[in-house]
């Protein structure tokens, strides 16, 4: 719908947010819809740029509650790796791209985070940043869901099923330079993001140099 509202409307560009691990044999539904939306953009004849975003560096918030009480839990083999990006980066490396239309048509760019981790490094370098000694700790899928309050959501469950074995076979991993390259400043790192949500892991304002 949006593509044939865009054409009648005859717009400049899409900016299109997708997954960094879009392919048409895609183990996750939402990820194959995902390919499938890019093929529509495409086929519209209207001028697009695809963003293919790895793991955001919000779903650390999603085990807020968990850091808050002493544990550090995620649903991913600790050996994995990625680079999680924050939002922010992605709004402004959009909003970059809709400021040079003709620059940016046609492309497609993975964005990741400055710096990869496996899953085991990233619980480290939070706690680090926080003070706190939490090893990592694996659980289910299932778990993972109702302490967010989505046990009940069959998609999501068989989206992050599918995510652990895309992030097992590496589909996740790497840096890419496309973010800072198009926004020309530094991307946030997870000590950054972890300072600016502190509130949210139970925590007071971080101390300022002195």
């Not at 600790?78 to 791209?97: N, Q, W």
Request: some cysteine; proline content about 5%; aromatic content about 8%.
């Amino acid at each position: 719908m949006f593509a044939q509202a865009a054409k009648e409307q005859k717009l400049e560009l899409i900016v299109n947010m997708s997954h960094f691990q879009s392919r048409p044999v895609a183990r996750s539904k939402t990820t194959q819809n995902h390919w499938l939306a890019e093929q529509v953009f495409d086929w519209s004849g209207v001028p697009t740029t695809h963003l293919r975003p790895t793991v955001f560096a919000q779903r650390l918030l999603y085990i807020s509650g968990f850091i808050r009480n002493g544990r550090y839990a995620m649903p991913f083999n600790r050996d994995s790796r990625v680079a999680p990006i924050a939002g922010r980066d992605v709004a402004l490396t959009a909003a970059k791209i809709f400021a040079s239309p003709e620059k940016h048509a046609g492309q497609t760019y993975r964005l990741t985070g400055p710096v990869e981790y496996s899953h085991q490094e990233l619980a480290a370098e939070v706690c680090r940043v926080l003070g706190k000694d939490l090893p990592f700790e694996q659980i289910t899928v299932s778990t993972f869901l109702e302490s967010i309050g989505l046990l009940n959501d069959t998609a999501k469950l068989k989206h992050f099923e599918a995510m652990i074995i895309d992030q097992q076979e590496g589909l996740l991993a790497g840096v890419s330079d496309a973010a800072p390259n198009i926004t020309g400043q530094p991307l946030v790192t997870v000590e950054e993001f972890i300072n600016e949500n502190r509130s949210a892991f139970g925590l007071g304002p971080a101390k300022s140099a002195s």
